[in-house]
């Protein structure tokens, strides 16, 4: 019903940046919160931030100063911008999206990206 599709990952030096792009189609009336995980080997999955449709934000107390997270809801979209990286940054990141199907929907579903590998180098 519905596909979110993360990229933007890869290889970056500690102190870089980069980017991550999530994007949701398929049958969406609206979405609602969105957020972004990750997933390090040997960890559990982890909240790294989340955004409302509001734009109201949280984020871990690991990336927080450092990552920003952002939303185009006219496009479904929602972005991590990561800055400063280091390699505990390094994981799998998945993107997560509550989503209501339909306009009659009383719950939203919720979704999950394929996730996008970001490797940190010392």
């Known amino acids: 019903q519905v596909q979110l599709v993360e990229s933007g990952g890869g290889l970056v030096q500690a102190g870089g940046s980069l980017r991550l792009s999530c994007a949701a189609s398929g049958i969406i009336f609206r979405v609602n919160a969105m957020g972004w995980y990750r997933q390090a080997p040997g960890n559990q999955r982890e909240l790294v931030a989340h955004?409302?449709?509001?734009?109201?934000?949280n984020y871990a107390n690991s990336v927080k100063g450092r990552f920003t997270i952002s939303r185009d809801n006219a496009k479904n979209l929602v972005y991590l911008q990561m800055n400063s990286l280091k390699p505990e940054d390094t994981a799998v990141y998945y993107c997560?999206?509550?989503?209501?199907?339909?306009?009659?929907?009383?719950?939203?579903?919720?979704?999950w990206g394929q996730g996008t590998q970001v490797t940190v180098s010392p």
């Open positions: 997560n999206a509550a989503i209501l199907n339909w306009g009659w929907s009383v719950r939203a579903n919720d979704y």
């Open positions: 955004i409302t449709n509001g734009g109201t934000t």
